[in-house]
């Protein structure tokens, strides 16, 4: 398997911009999570959803956030409109937990997202 | 929110030195886990010792869990410069879905 990929793997946008994230899981996952990683705040947890369903979207800051997860096979996480601080360097994540296995993540390689 | 605390928060060694990194979590849990993260890169799964487990070895990394104290180490013996790092620790807590919570890291460097 390729392992989870995602893209774009650098972006580079104007305050007030929509940026679009995307992730694509490894297949067979159930699970799949965002996270947002800075210097600052660490490794902070997003969102997450089971069987393409939002369990859990506490984490994300604003309503400025969005994810959706149409299928199995792909996900996406908007910043609308997009400010400076939101940058950062963008997780996806999956996990086969539920199907009889350990809860472990698999990560991609991430998205730096620069908003200038 | 950042369940596990990592210690030290950095790390300096030289190569074939042992490298120990401490974690101490807060809630009961299924299972711990230890994650490295190169420059760069995405968390990549390490090890993982259940509940139930006191030490766990896989090559050259050795973890303890005590769960009476809430805290896991992960020792690396025989450092190399390819294990400069950051690692962290990931918690699984009961009760709580699927969600792991990681600690801040602990940045590990390796000098040849």
């Known amino acids: 398997d390729a392992g989870v990929i995602q893209s774009p793997r650098h972006e580079v946008t104007e305050m007030g911009q929509e940026v679009t994230l995307r992730c694509k899981p490894i297949?067979?996952?159930?699970?799949l999570f965002w996270y947002r990683q800075t210097m600052m705040r660490g490794l902070e947890l997003l969102i997450y959803f089971n069987n393409n369903v939002p369990i859990d979207d506490s984490g994300m800051p604003e309503d400025r956030f969005s994810a959706k997860m149409p299928n199995a096979s792909f996900s996406t996480l908007k910043i609308q409109p997009s400010e400076p601080r939101d940058s950062a360097v963008y997780f996806c994540?999956?996990?086969?937990?539920?199907?009889?296995?350990?809860?472990?993540?698999?990560f991609g390689a991430g998205t730096r997202l620069s908003v200038l | 929110s950042q369940q596990g605390e990592e210690d030290p928060q950095a790390l300096s060694i030289q190569e074939g030195e042992n490298a120990t990194m401490n974690c101490s979590y807060k809630t009961s849990i299924n299972n711990l886990q230890w994650y490295r993260q190169n420059s760069g890169r995405g968390l990549v799964h390490l090890i993982l010792?259940?509940?139930?487990?006191r030490e766990k070895h896989s090559g050259r990394l050795r973890v303890t869990l005590d769960t009476s104290k809430k805290s896991s180490s992960l020792l690396i013996t025989a450092s190399r410069a390819a294990d400069t790092a950051s690692y962290f620790c990931?918690?699984?807590?009961?009760?709580?879905?699927?969600?792991?919570?990681f600690g801040g890291g602990t940045r590990l460097m390796v000098k040849p």
């Open positions: 010792i259940r509940s139930n487990e």
């Open positions: 297949s067979g996952h159930n699970s």
């Open positions: 990931a918690t699984d807590p009961q009760n709580a879905g699927n969600m792991l919570t």
């Open positions: 994540a999956s996990s086969p937990r539920g199907q009889g296995k350990e809860n472990i993540q698999y």
